[in-house]
């Protein structure tokens, strides 16, 4: 079991940027891949970015170029380093690993971004 606990996320202006942190904690030995998600207002739960254990990241279209994802060696802290922030970006963020997994998903983080 691994459990996670999103922070960092706040109220920022357009073009602004945010670090957002994801502590895990538990069988992070078992870890493999994780990711960032998101979830905006009436929309569905979308995956941001994922890191795997190389290093090797992935990222959706709409940050390609702005954000960035990537972790400790151990797994135990893994960020996402937001720039350029658009108010498309506005959402509810959380870490979980990659595929997620029903039962670790946390509270989350909001990111707000103003116009």
């Known amino acids: 079991q691994v459990q996670l606990v999103e922070s960092g996320g706040g109220l920022v202006q357009a073009g602004g940027s945010l670090t957002l942190s994801c502590a895990a904690s538990?069988?992070?030995?078992?870890?493999?891949?994780m990711g960032w998600y998101r979830q905006a207002p009436g929309k569905l739960r979308e995956v941001v970015a994922v890191?795997?254990?190389?290093?090797?990241?992935n990222y959706a279209d709409s940050v390609k170029g702005r954000f960035t994802i990537s972790r400790d060696n151990a797994w135990n802290t893994v960020y996402l380093q937001m720039n350029s922030l658009k108010p498309e970006d506005t959402a509810v963020y959380y870490c979980?690993?990659?595929?997620?997994?029903?039962?670790?998903w946390g509270q989350g983080t909001q990111v707000t971004v103003s116009s």
């Open positions: 890191i795997i254990s190389s290093g090797g990241t």
């Open positions: 538990g069988s992070i030995e078992s870890i493999n891949a």
């Open positions: 979980n690993l990659a595929p997620a997994r029903n039962g670790y």
